[in-house]
């Protein structure tokens, strides 16, 4: 029996900050909550949904990753992050990651993604670390990713007393 197709309409959403966006069926479809809000509720046609938990920067970003996805197959969040489903470096997605998302910015997408359920960001940026922790050595991710040494730990520890 085949599966009945759900329309998902349009949606306006309100980030924490105030900007309204609308957006359509094809970016909804990459985030679990948006789509579930547009399934469930007979109000999201008529104003604005708020978005407490997620700024309008980062919301933009989530947009334009889940815009570079919207003409392919829905995404199956994979069980494990075997290399076999570890998407190329040079895949779109990743290359998206890599040039506008800086380092300092990939706790608060990470929690904007995980607030608006996009597992395949999520998975993107995790297979980023991968790859970051894979190519540099112990120092260069310390310093990347603002990772006090040893030394540092004790002086700050003592520097508290």
């Known amino acids: 029996m085949p599966s009945k197709s759900i329309k998902i309409p349009t949606i306006t ?4 900050d105030g900007k309204t966006f ?6 909804i479809r990459e985030s679990k909550l948006l789509k579930q809000m547009t399934m469930y509720s007979s109000e999201v046609d008529s104003e604005a949904v708020p978005l407490n938990h997620v700024d309008s920067k980062m919301f933009q970003l989530i ?5 570079l996805f919207k003409d392919v197959p829905d995404y199956i969040k994979p069980t494990d992050f075997e290399d076999s489903v570890r998407p190329k470096e040079t895949d779109v997605g990743m290359i998206f990651i890599k040039d506008n998302i800086p380092d300092e910015l990939i706790p608060a997408v990470m929690k904007a993604a995980n607030c608006l359920e996009v597992d ?14 894979n190519e540099n050595e112990d120092d260069e991710i310390r310093e990347r990713f603002m990772i006090p040494d040893e030394y540092e730990r004790e002086t700050l520890r003592l520097g508290k007393k």
């Open 63 to 67: 947009v334009d990753f889940s815009t």
């Open 13 to 16: 959403v309100e980030s924490n």
């Open 120 to 133: 395949r960001l999520m998975d993107y940026i995790v297979y980023h670390i991968i790859n970051i922790l």
């Open 22 to 27: 609308t957006i359509d069926e094809k970016i």
